[in-house]
């Protein structure tokens, strides 16, 4: 599809991938992007150069009446952006319990399908258009510093593949965007080198415009591991299974 002149929908649009996505979105000439935080006064920065494009949205995709809300007021949708994540980053038995482990599900799994659910048949209404869903190269491979995290991504691309299938009807597009450790506040916490927000987000809209239907390796550096992981799935596995959460 184009971006040009489609109406968009990007979650977690108040910082670092989101944030991104919403500039790249406006220079390739969306007419309309919906940009939603559970806080809208954290889009402050985001807005305060008025354009008109941009229309606050608040959005907690944990919450089924906010998103009910967001599928009325956003009807004329064409490309939906789930962006909102969370992460814990600790081991599955480490953490000293399991309340970022839930939290982690809820939004990384439960936050997309029940947005995805919501939005299908407006993307349908407005002849298909395209959904894109950010996952991460963890969802391949288990990090045991972000064990639970890793679970909730990998669950994520099992859900895009299923998404792809069922939307494939109504001729919506599919893509699951794998990366690595990027330059946000979420992604300060894993080891570097870290790539830019924007390497991520050109190559994940590229894919859009292109017409892809299927996952996306976005950014040399992701492409890179992922071409490890093609090569040795098992010996990357084990190398990453190095990387144990910290101990106080």
Known sequence: ???????????GANRGIGRTFVAELLR??????YVAARDTTSLGELLKGGDRRLVPLPLDV??????AAAASVAADVTLLINNAGYAGFDGAISAPDMEDARR????????????????????AKTGGGALLNMLSMLSLVSLPMAGTYSASKAAGLSLTRSLRAELGAQGTQVIGVLAVQTETSMGAKLPEPRMTPHEVVTDALDAIEAGTNDEVVAGAQSRSIYEAF???PKGLQSKMSTRLPQRA
């Open 230 to 232: 093609t090569a040795d």
């Open 28 to 33: 390739r000439g969306a007419s309309k992007i």
């Open 1 to 11: 599809m184009n971006i040009s002149n489609s109406v968009v929908l990007v979650t």
């Open 104 to 123: 982690e599900m809820e939004v990384n799994y439960f936050g997309t399908l029940a947005l995805t659910r919501a939005f299908a048949p407006v993307l």
């Open 62 to 67: 944990t919450d089924v009446d906010q998103v």
